[in-house]
């Protein structure tokens, strides 16, 4: 196995398996009585934040579901800590952002990742029979 065909390291599986771990951590620690976790949760954003970025990492700076995850980690943060109505002012923003990861993307475009899996795989080929042919000249008892 050379270098390009190594799998990454930093992935959004892994991410999303350590943000599970995370979250089953603080739930053990609160319900073991050791700590009162609950207000950990309320930084929920920073999954959905790290998860974008590795969606960044793994198809480029313009990847337009890592801006997708980082816009909802953003306006998960808004609505969490910004005062109330703040999200209801700036959803334009979102809007801007959008359009401009777009409009980069299509000036520069990405180039192409081939698939992982096709949703539909060519049938398989036909296995080789031992039974005679309809045309072959064996006798038939």
Do not use: Y
């Amino acid at each position: 196995m050379n270098a390009q065909e190594r799998p990454r390291v930093f992935s959004a599986k892994l991410i999303l398996g350590l943000a599970v771990i995370a979250v089953g951590l603080i739930l053990l620690v609160d319900s073991l009585h050791w700590f009162d976790a609950w207000h950990l949760l309320a930084w929920w954003p920073v999954a959905l934040a790290a998860f974008g970025l590795a969606r960044m990492a793994e198809d480029g700076p313009l990847s337009l579901r890592g801006h997708i995850w980082l816009a909802f980690a953003a306006a998960g943060f808004i609505s969490q800590f910004g005062p109330w109505g703040l999200l209801e002012r700036w959803w334009p923003a979102f809007l801007i952002w959008g359009g401009a990861v777009v409009t980069l993307r299509a000036i520069f475009p990405q180039p192409k990742r081939p698939r992982r899996c096709q949703r539909n795989p060519p049938p398989p080929s036909p296995a080789v029979s031992c039974d005679p042919e309809p045309e072959s000249t064996q006798v038939k008892p």
